[in-house]
T-cell receptor, first 115, second 116 residues
């Protein structure tokens, strides 16, 4: 079964509303999780590193006030897209690392459509 | 500066033949990890293979092998005996440092189409 789970898998919202996406590690603890965004036919672009119990580290060009990240427990990180606009429509995907160097698990992804 | 480069936007391969997807990287960190992922149209990221910078042998996982040329900073993916189900996007990625707290950076991807 999946070791990292995302919810919801897809969401449609009106412009101006906020949307929360959850990323859970199901059978391991993750002090660090990563949030990516992927536009159609493009690669995954790292948005931020989510750190349990502390502030997230955002990549250059990512608005921290628009993409709120909370990592309140060792198994849950959330990404909230605030005041969403159509240009925020994208595929958002999270990942978390396991214990071994090659272990890196991805969630199923969340497809956001802002009308 | 781009750290992961995939120069093949698209590739075709005949079913049952082998195909090589190119990936070059750039880092000054002696400890790093290289990953290959497959992304079908559903969007899920499917892990294929991992190579650590200190690994002496090239990684293999079933029909997948990684041709690791450290001096050339290349980490090409070789898929043997291609199957129709191999048609998908393929991403090469690098993590500087081997700890899971280090971020993973992706290349631009290669779309592979397997012809029957």
């Amino acid at each position: 079964g999946a070791v990292v789970s995302q919810h919801p898998s897809w969401v449609i919202c009106k412009s101006g509303t906020s949307v929360k996406i959850e990323c859970r590690s199901l059978d391991f603890q993750a002090t660090t999780m990563f949030w990516y965004r992927q536009f159609p036919k493009q690669s995954l672009m790292l948005m931020a590193t989510s750190n349990e119990g502390s502030k997230a580290t955002y990549e250059q060009g990512v608005e921290k006030d628009k993409f709120l990240i909370n990592h309140a427990s060792l198994t849950l990180s959330t990404l909230t897209v605030t005041s969403a606009h159509p240009e925020d429509s994208s595929f958002y995907i999270c990942s978390a690392g396991g214990i071994r160097p090659g272990e890196l698990f991805f969630g199923e992804g969340s497809r956001l459509t802002v009308l | 500066a781009q750290k992961i480069t995939q120069t093949q936007p698209g590739m075709f391969v005949q079913e049952k033949e082998a195909v090589t997807l190119d990936c070059t990287y750039d880092t000054s960190d002696p400890s790093y990890g290289l990953f290959w992922y497959k992304q079908p149209s559903s969007g899920e990221m499917i892990f294929l293979i991992y190579q650590g910078s200190y690994d002496q042998q090239n990684a293999t996982e079933g029909r997948y092998s990684l041709n690791f040329q450290k001096a050339r900073k290349s980490a090409n993916l070789v898929i043997s005996a291609s199957q129709l189900g191999d048609s998908a996007m393929y991403f090469c990625a690098m993590r500087e440092g081997v700890d899971s707290s280090y971020k993973l950076i992706f290349g631009s991807g290669t779309r592979l189409l397997v012809r029957p």
